[in-house]
């Protein structure tokens, strides 16, 4: 299944009128100058796309991080929740403060690492960790992919969805 980038297509779209607005605006500016210097008016042509291209790649950057950022958050706080419950069924409830969760998005976004630590109710070591190619938005209550848990180093669970 490939993963779907929310906005993505939005992100493209604006970059493209960006690169265009900016080549149109060298253009007018040409010709209010009144330049007959060929030589001169490519090389300010040169400039300018060097300078759309540049200001494109940062539009695009932006809006990956914001991607990252967002697809990071929603699996992060997904582990949390739904990998309490897996302890809870697996019969290592976790005590009150849950599992604290970390979360790190593959350049690309074609992956979302997690790594959950937290402590059972008898006071042992709990940790999650796995990794879903879903990004999130597919669904609110679950994510798909590959989730082991362990207390004190020994699984006691291995689940390709969480929350289901």
Do not use: W
């Amino acid at each position: 299944m490939q993963p779907r980038v929310v906005g993505y297509t939005r992100a493209m779209e604006h970059r493209r009128k960006l690169l265009a607005g900016v080549i149109a605006v060298a253009a007018l500016g040409l010709v209010a100058c009144g330049n007959d210097d060929d030589e001169t008016a490519d090389s300010i042509i040169e400039d300018v796309e060097s300078a759309a291209r540049t200001a494109v790649s940062e539009v695009g950057q932006a809006a990956d991080e914001a991607g990252a950022d967002a697809a990071e958050a929603v699996v992060r706080n997904l582990a949390a929740q739904q990998g309490a419950q897996e302890f809870a069924d697996a019969g290592s409830p976790l005590d009150d403060d849950g599992l604290t969760c970390e979360a790190t998005a593959s350049d690309g976004l074609d992956a979302v690492d997690v790594n959950c630590t937290g402590t059972t109710e008898d006071g042992k070591a709990a940790a999650l960790t796995g990794t879903t190619d879903e990004l999130p938005g597919e669904s609110i209550t679950e994510v798909e992919g590959t989730f082991t848990g362990t207390v004190d180093g020994s699984e006691v669970f291995t689940t390709d969805t969480l929350g289901a």
